[in-house]
């Protein structure tokens, strides 16, 4: 019968021979080839019941009984000057991608770093850091992108808008008939933005706000808003522009291309008492 290897399953050590264990590994660093050992061993583990509630005993433990200012330092005395794989730094790049802080978090980081003096080596990073990504930017200034990652990109900017965490996506250029409105309200020196993001349930730029009139001008492309019936979306943002206290100027393609400045500046004052 073969002798058995190590400590027999289910074994509970003593105090004394943990804390031996504890100070003969004291200061010892697992090669990568150890780590990975380590790892496979546990892979694919299922964790029992009873090591899950001594793992949150110890975390409830932890937040009743912070880590002390002393032990927080001989920490990072310890790492201090450790170089991590690549490996290592590509797995807590992974699992960090797509986390945000709350503003809790921010808080406390804003705070550990208030008064502290910059090294000139930080400095040096950082200024490497900004040239690097500069010298990036112009490499890939005038690169065209695949049609695949211009789908991509289209699909995530969509998300995005919709949840209202995009505030202004500026498009190619204006069409030509909302520059021809666009002149119009300069020749008459009224102040105006373009695209500017409204904030109703279905959030979108509109063509031109005039915030003195409160007015939302839309200058409406036959073909795309299906004259003279008009889109779906575009009847229920009017209703929402309506309903927050907006005023709703919609201007038809055909309507505008036969405008001229006296023709739009009655118009615009019939929508000044709407």
Not at 130 to 157: D, F, W, Y
Not at 173 to 193: A, P, R
Not at 266 to 272: M, W
């Amino acid at each position: 019968m073969n002798k058995q290897r190590g400590r027999k399953k289910g074994t509970i050590l003593s105090k004394d021979t943990k804390l031996k264990i504890s100070l003969s590994h004291k200061g010892k660093i697992h090669t990568i080839e150890h780590r990975k050992n380590n790892s496979l061993a546990h892979k694919r583990k299922v964790m029992s019941k009873e090591a899950r509630l001594k793992i949150s005993n110890y975390q409830k433990d932890r937040l009743r009984n912070p880590i002390s200012e002393e032990t927080k330092t001989k920490i990072s005395n310890k790492l201090t000057g450790r170089i991590m794989s690549k490996e290592i730094i590509e797995k807590i790049r992974k699992s960090m991608t797509g986390k945000k802080h709350t503003n809790e978090t921010k808080e406390k980081i804003r705070l550990s770093h208030k008064g502290k003096v910059m090294s000139e080596e930080s400095k040096l990073k950082i200024s490497n850091n900004r040239e690097r990504a500069i010298k990036i930017s112009k490499a890939k200034k005038g690169k065209k992108l695949s049609t695949e990652h211009k789908a991509k990109l289209s699909k995530v900017r969509k998300k995005l808008f919709r949840e209202g965490k995009i505030l202004q996506h500026m498009p190619k250029k204006d069409t030509s008939i909302e520059i021809k409105i666009q002149n119009f309200l300069k020749k008459l020196q009224i102040e105006f933005f373009t695209h500017k993001y409204i904030n109703i349930y279905h959030g979108y730029q509109c063509d031109i706000l005039i915030p003195s009139l409160n007015l939302v001008v839309e200058c409406d492309g036959n073909y795309w808003h299906k004259y003279p019936i008009g889109n779906k979306i575009d009847h229920i943002r009017t209703k929402e522009l309506l309903d927050k206290g907006f005023k709703v100027l919609r201007l038809w393609e055909s309507e505008i291309k036969d405008m001229n400045l006296d023709k739009f500046e009655e118009v615009l004052n019939e929508n000044k008492h709407f």
